[in-house]
């Protein structure tokens, strides 16, 4: 894992962007690799840690994909056997 943001549902649609500063401590940079994997995830336990039927979606993006905004619908649930 390279970075984490957190938001509020309330807070979507939302539109936000990813850079180095965000890093986990200690951890590479975000610029340090060229593609990532995107995960959006609702939690409504209000927890980090994903439970059974937590609507999510997820994406690789690649630096090809940096010159426009990328859409993510949330339209999956989490299934902790599939994992």
């Known amino acids: ?11 979507l649609p939302l539109r936000t962007q990813l850079t180095d500063g965000m890093n986990m401590a200690g ?4 610029s340090s ?5 995107v995960t959006v995830r609702v939690a409504q336990s209000g927890g980090a840690l994903p439970q059974a039927g937590d609507p999510f979606t997820d994406i690789v ?9 990328a859409r993510l619908l949330i339209n999956k649930r989490w299934d902790p056997q599939s994992k």
Not at 33 to 37: G, I, L, P, Q, V
Not at 61 to 69: E, F, V
């Open 1 to 11: 894992m390279l970075a984490v943001r957190k938001h509020r549902l309330s807070e």
């Open 27 to 30: 951890g590479p940079q975000l």
């Open 33 to 37: 690799t060229d593609s990532w994997r």
């Open 61 to 69: 993006l690649t630096t090809r994909d940096l010159n426009g905004p």
